[in-house]
């Protein structure tokens, strides 16, 4: 859909601060291109993007504050909560304007863009990879995207983020973007927190903020990277208001991710401005038959196509290690794990088929004597839970039952000799998106207070704080192989956990082209490379890249890679935690 955009200049006042920026959109009408889907691939859709432009105007990003929004300030600027200690969280909702580069008759994988050019606007959502099968398949549904343009769907009106704009032209304003019902500001809730009133609150924060262009600009090769000089970087900031350290959960259908429909008059119980829109263009971790949910793995997404690997990784808390005679109650070394012990983990709350504690997998958890698990689970429709489903949880006669029940539950143990059993207490943290599983297993966010927590990761993924490290698996730890090593363990087939990486096509009308060239930028060796995607090995033309995909994650994972390209990587001894 078309829309019109107004333009103000940047008032003098603009270097000493916010309050001369001007906010409201440009006049220029732009065409525009949605792609939704896995979280696991936000940052390579945003690389596939701006290779396919050659400037960048201008960009949104969606920001969340709130008591348990990570440590830092880190987007929300001065609509930061609470008052008193202002904390944010960047999330994986993007939108990026700017100029497509021009191929002309010659558009393909190695001449990237699009047949005409022109202004265009990208709206990248990562909100999960059922969303991604759910918008490209029969009938394709809607799905959220970044509310830039507010509840009645036009931009530069005053019901857009920030009243439309930070002068006031279109409201009263504050001249900072922060609407005068905002949480401590005049006339509004007082924002002293733990919890936030939504209730009069018409439309989020507009803030300036680092939306992370420059660092996804510099990671793309020279030759691909757009212009961005004068870019513009705003934050859509919307508040976490039962304080559960997470963006409109835990409301099902979650209007973050779903997006919600047109119309409303206050942010409410929902938390966010984003909108639902059909989709361009949707990506998956994994094709819609690798799913358990039978609504999803009877779906076939128009135009399917495999457009490379994404590879993960197992991760958990460092109060986490080996226990026994061997390692001591003051073990420093890493626990390593195998398929039987990753399903006694991730499995229910059964002690006859499940772990009930770090001990029954020849663990420990230090400062708790009980060693209690927490399994940290990714939300129903998850390719990040599904390739890891599949590539663990499947046996010759079925599945292992996984985890998947918000809460506290009790698990007994049968304690050998006919001693009373012991019953301890397992955990299980539903984390919605790749940011609250990181959070949930490094004990910030949702996974404050809790220890001997487990879950799944990019595999790139580090901790900053050494709150988590890897879990070494089929022999393998990850950490311990450079990106470039570990992607061939994947192409020879010696390292399997990681999903078919699937895209397809939405009923947004294509505004030229431009699944086309997404869909080469995505398979694009030389855009694509392991500095600036370690975890993401496009397709390539069948000689580069991946050269065979699997077309399930269960399925042979053998890449035809010559022996020269295998031989060289023997299992390493793990990194130190």
């Known amino acids: 859909m078309m829309f019109i955009r107004k333009m103000l200049a940047l008032s003098a006042a603009c270097a000493l601060g916010l309050s001369g920026l001007a906010f409201a959109p440009s006049l220029a009408t732009a065409q525009e291109f949605r792609s939704g889907g896995s979280t696991a691939s936000f940052q390579t859709q945003v690389l596939a993007a701006l290779a396919s432009m050659t400037s960048v105007s201008k960009v949104y990003r969606s920001c969340a504050t709130g008591n348990k929004m990570g440590t830092t300030n880190a987007c929300a600027g001065a609509a930061g909560l609470p008052v008193s200690a202002p904390i944010s969280q960047l999330q994986n909702f993007m939108v990026i304007e700017g100029t497509m580069r021009n191929c002309g008759a010659s558009c393909s994988v190695s001449n990237l863009g699009t047949p005409s050019g022109g202004f265009a606007r990208y709206y990248i959502s990562a909100n999960g990879s059922d969303q991604g099968v759910l918008c490209t398949s029969t009938p394709k549904q809607a799905t959220g995207f970044l509310g830039i343009s507010g509840s009645d769907g036009i931009l530069g009106d005053s019901d857009d983020p920030g009243n439309g704009n930070a002068l006031g032209v279109n409201g009263p304003g504050n001249g900072v973007g922060i609407p005068t019902q905002w949480p401590g500001q005049s006339g509004g809730p007082s924002g002293a927190g733990p919890t936030y009133d939504l209730t009069t609150l018409p439309r989020a924060a507009l803030e300036s903020c680092s939306t992370g262009l420059s660092t996804f600009v510099g990671l793309l090769p020279a030759a691909s990277q757009p212009t961005t000089t004068g870019a513009v970087e705003l934050c859509v900031v919307d508040i976490d208001a039962n304080d559960d350290g997470q963006i409109g959960f835990p409301t099902t259908p979650s209007p973050l991710l ?113 060693a209690k698990i927490t399994v940290c689970f990714r939300e129903d429709g998850s390719g990040t839970r599904e390739t890891f489903r599949n590539t663990f949880m499947l046996q010759k006669n079925g599945e292992h039952a996984m985890g998947a029940t918000n809460g506290t539950q009790a698990c007994d143990q049968i304690v050998e000799g006919g001693a009373s059993d012991v019953v301890t207490n397992k955990n299980f943290v539903l984390s919605n998106g790749s940011g609250n599983e990181t959070n949930c297993v490094a004990g910030t966010g949702i996974g404050s207070g809790l220890t001997g927590q487990i879950g799944y ?108 390209n295998c031989d060289s990587n023997v299992p390493k001894a793990p990194l130190a935690p």
Not at 259 to 278: F, H, L, P, V
Not at 471 to 486: K, M, N
């Open 258 to 370: 779903d997006g919600r429909a047109g119309g409303w008059a206050t942010i409410g119980a929902t938390e966010t401005s984003n909108r639902a829109e059909n989709c361009t263009y949707g990506l998956t971790d994994v094709p819609p038959q690798d799913y358990a949910d039978a609504s999803l793995n009877s779906l076939t997404m128009d135009h399917q196509t495999a457009i490379g690997a994404q590879i993960f990784k197992l991760i958990v808390s460092t109060n986490v290690r080996p226990s026994g005679s061997f390692f001591g109650s003051d073990s420093t070394n890493k626990v390593s794990l195998n398929i039987a012990q990753i399903q006694g983990l991730f499995g229910q709350a059964n002690g006859g088929t499940d772990a009930c504690s770090w001990k029954d997998v020849g663990g420990q958890v230090i400062g708790d004597t009980a």
């Open 457 to 564: 990761i990019n595999a790139s993924t580090k901790s900053a704080t050494n709150a988590f490290y890897s879990v070494p698996v089929f022999g393998i730890d990850p950490d311990a192989y450079t990106a470039d090593q570990l992607q061939n363990l994947v192409k020879c087939g010696n390292y399997p956990y990681w999903g078919p990486s699937t895209a397809g096509v939405g009923a947004a009308v294509d505004p030229g082209s431009f699944v086309n060239a997404q869909q080469h930028a995505l398979s694009n060796v030389t855009v694509f490379n392991t500095s600036n995607s370690p975890d993401f090995i496009p397709a390539g033309d069948g000689t580069t890249g991946l050269a065979f995909i699997k077309s399930r994650t269960s399925g042979e994972y053998f890449t035809q890679f010559q022996s020269a």
